[in-house]
């Protein structure tokens, strides 16, 4: 039984140029990583983050992911700005991208899909070595002058913000 106060929580999110704004109502019916081959190539990443929104309600509040069918059952939804990936959408329900969200700590996972086609190294990533962003200010000078045009992790009443 969910609680009343998690089915009234609320969590935003949307893609990295904020293009596409989505809002996640209610708690969702698993977060999980999955290592299938599909979710790889559609993330281009080694494996893929979803919340599987369940009964929770979703509401795109700014634009609408394009979609690509990645196969006759399945349709893969990202930004046609920026091509963050942001929806895998099946006959059992639609799963948003865990990382897309402004605060993905919020949603631990709690199960993996697809382990066939897990990649040998995937568990050995916790035991690399371990470097912060500016540790590496001598090979990449450039880090200190960084502006970001990422979209900030909140809702933003216009997108890009007037300059005050
Ligand atoms: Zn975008
Ligand atoms: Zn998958």
Redesign the pocket.
């Known amino acids: 039984m969910v609680s009343a106060a998690v089915q009234r929580s609320v969590h935003t999110g949307g893609c990295q140029c904020g293009a596409v704004r989505f809002r996640m109502q209610g708690a969702p019916k698993d977060v999980s990583v999955?290592?299938?081959?599909?979710?790889?190539k559609?993330f281009g990443a080694y494996y893929?983050p979803?919340v599987a929104v369940g009964d929770a309600e979703v509401t795109w509040t700014r634009g609408a992911p394009k979609r690509f069918a990645s196969s006759n059952f399945v349709q893969r939804g990202f930004c046609g700005d920026c091509g963050t990936p942001l929806t895998?959408e099946a006959p059992d329900g639609l799963s948003l991208a865990a990382g897309a969200f402004d605060d993905p700590s919020q949603m631990p996972p709690t199960i993996q899909?697809?382990v066939e086609c897990k990649l040998s190294f995937v568990d050995a990533i916790p035991a690399l070595p371990e470097r912060a962003t500016l540790d590496d200010l001598e090979d990449a000078p450039f880090l200190t002058d960084v502006v970001s045009y990422q979209h900030p992790d909140r809702d933003t009443q216009q997108w890009p913000e007037p300059t005050p």
């Open positions: 999955c290592h299938c081959r599909m979710c790889q559609a893929a979803l895998y899909f697809g």
